[in-house]
């Protein structure tokens, strides 16, 4: 039997799997990220608890395929990161120095597309090769699958569907530095703030306090029934269906799979975007599946070493 | 030497091709699109057009590659057609009755992706195999090149960009039956509406006659200096300007191909277009290029030729 490593690189740990080529995971376990010194230690710490891993195992070397690898930034084809904004790196080769250290063949993309091949190999994307993956957390991040493989566009940027321009009045910045990007809505960050727009000088009966506000009390308070909630989740509704309509018209895909935090809401999240993608979708869009990501926290690991598996 | 032929099926004129592999034009012609009876005779009329030029040029049947070939329609990946809008065909297996037909391998294609592909192949886009075509015209469509090849998408329905939504207050509906796509401002009716809507009851100095107005008549007053037309153009770019940067936050294409009637106006038009699309691009996509297309009317052919060398 065939395996390789599987290995997603985040600001605070670096979570490594070990796959059968089947993608059934045999081990997984995480180490801490030691971001000081520009990040320096990294890809050593990978590649020793990598190494360690071959030992624990008794793995002869001709049975893996090799290491894939999901890193938190644009990533180009020859696996070179010109910058990353939380891990330290400056123009670093992210593969010729892992396969250096290792001896294995590495390859390595983008994190977000990784979650999303992840998604379609074992996930809530199985059966469809053509998907674009939504991670609604912190910020909107997404990737795009196209006949089975990651899209990477030019740069190694495409699918940052966080930054689809939705509303062209909007008069604060996301952290991007333009107006109106879908993830000023459909973040963690930004339900809340749709929230306290909504809820701002309106005396209305709500189980929302805006004081101390997260996401997930709004989607509590859907689920429990609450109107105002309700409304501030059509608002919500309304401007992710609208950025999907948007995406669908552009890439054409089978399924959208809605992943990160924010997607622990569940069907009733789902139930809001799809009435208003519905609405605003192109007609050849029109019946576009949606469907929760199902992997969590191991989707990085699993598309990662989908990647390597194809290889 | 190898020859194939491309063949770009309009709803007045059928184009063919003959083109050598490394994408010379060897003979071109037109028949005339005859789409009486649902069409029927169309793909009959194609292949004896095309077997009469294998007899005029004397080619033995193995060097000729196969047959490759545009329609104004989705096309799934097996040359099925359900719908066109303008050729009368339902249900049509192009490809099975073309192969059928000439005992040649056809491959068929959107007529907006074959325009891309040979743009990328001998035209605006030629040294990049990751570009977005757009294309300027009675409506705004447009093609994906995605490492070389077409972005198909899961309903033959990718590169739909003229109806990305630009406008969420617009009160008029697209043809597609949605509000505020950009195929509302940046067609050549588009332009037009604009002019209109910009013209209405203000009391300025210009050349443009809002009763009696064409695209061109706007670009020619842009050239020629009319402020009007000039804060048209203005609008103009940030409409579209705004749609590519959410295609490029989706896609990231190396290069942008402006093409179709409209995009006759020449840099002018790209200038426009640029300056919007830098301010409102995310920081990945800002140093993406713009080109205007080159093969005019012969961009269908040579890209339906392309993609049946590739075969």
């Known amino acids: 039997m065939q395996v390789c490593f599987g290995v997603d690189i985040g600001g605070t740990t670096v979570k490594i799997g070990l796959f059968s080529e089947q993608g059934d995971i045999l081990d997984k376990w995480e180490i801490p990220t030691v971001t000081e010194n520009g990040g320096n230690r990294i890809l050593s710490d990978v590649a020793e608890s990598v190494m360690d891993a071959v030992k624990r195992h008794d793995l002869e070397k001709d049975r893996i395929c090799g290491i894939g690898v999901g890193v938190p930034a644009a990533v180009d084809k020859n696996g070179f990161v010109s910058k990353t904004t939380n891990l330290g790196w400056i123009d670093k080769s992210v593969k010729k120095e892992l396969e250096e250290r290792t001896g294995f063949t590495v390859r390595v993309g983008n994190d977000a597309n990784m979650a999303a091949l992840g998604e379609m190999w074992k996930g809530g994307g199985q059966g469809s090769d053509n998907l674009v993956m939504v991670t609604l957390g912190t910020g909107v991040g997404g990737g795009i699958i196209v006949d089975g493989h990651i899209l990477f566009g030019a740069n190694g940027a495409s699918g940052e569907i966080g930054h689809v321009c939705v509303d062209n009045e909007e008069t604060e910045t996301c952290g991007c530095g333009k107006k109106g990007c879908i993830e000023q809505y459909a973040s963690a960050t930004g339900i809340v703030r749709l929230a306290r727009r909504y809820l701002d000088g309106k005396s209305v009966e709500t189980m929302l306090d805006p004081q101390n506000l997260t996401a997930k009390d709004v989607w509590d308070a859907v689920k429990a029934g609450d109107s105002a909630a309700m409304q501030i989740a059509e608002i919500f509704g309304q401007y992710l269906g609208r950025a999907l309509a948007d995406v669908a018209a552009v890439t054409d895909p089978e399924v959208f ?55």
């Open 257 to 311: 799979v809605i992943g990160g935090g924010v997607s622990k809401a569940g069907d009733v999240l789902i139930e809001y975007v799809e009435k208003y993608f519905r609405r605003y979708a192109f007609y050849s869009n029109r019946n576009t599946r949606f469907s929760l990501a199902r992997l969590g926290n191991d989707a990085g690991i699993c598309g990662a070493a989908k990647m390597i598996c194809e290889e």
